[in-house]
């Protein structure tokens, strides 16, 4: 993994100070196994794969177990610090936690990386659409695959629609 810049050291620093006051506002504690699997997904700034998060974090606690990081992993989503992404069967840092809550992912199919968006009307339409099928939302974010801009060019294009 390369080093981040300074400026992006700056805001992962920011973000984990931001999630740790989250934590204690709420009397939850972001144990330092939690902090370093947020970090480390702050510092990827794409989708990570369970396996291999517990390989990055096996750079400085070898003796870390899938367990260890899935415990981790519930907790920063039950906190909102952390999106679990069904699509592509991964979990990426939430950046803005502290700003308005946001009900679209979307997710590179490709690269992992991750849009987050908000639109409140099209998310109530869709509700109500599931609800006319008999049906009620069970989560509050609705998850988008896709390409990213940068995957997206260097696909070549095709007419046909899958």
Known sequence: ???????????????????????????????P??????????QQGRSVKAYELLELIRDDQAAA???????????LVEEGLVHRLDAINAW????????????????CTRCGSVAELSDPALTQSLADKVAGAGFRLSGHETELRGLCRACGDVCPKSSSVM
């Not at 196994?33 to 702050?42: A, K």
């Not at 177990?65 to 907790?75: E, H, I, K, M, S």
Request: hydrophobic residues 45%; contains cysteine; aromatic residues 2%.
């Open 92 to 107: 990426a840092a939430c950046h803005d936690v502290g700003g308005d809550p946001h009900d679209l992912l979307v997710v």
């Open 33 to 42: 196994i939690r902090r370093r699997v947020l970090e480390i997904l702050l």
């Open 1 to 31: 993994m390369n080093a981040p810049s300074s400026c992006a050291a700056d805001q992962v620093t920011k973000q984990l100070d931001l999630a740790h006051a989250l934590c204690e506002s709420r009397g939850r504690r972001l144990t």
């Open 65 to 75: 177990a899938p367990p260890t990081v899935y415990r981790a992993l519930d907790f």
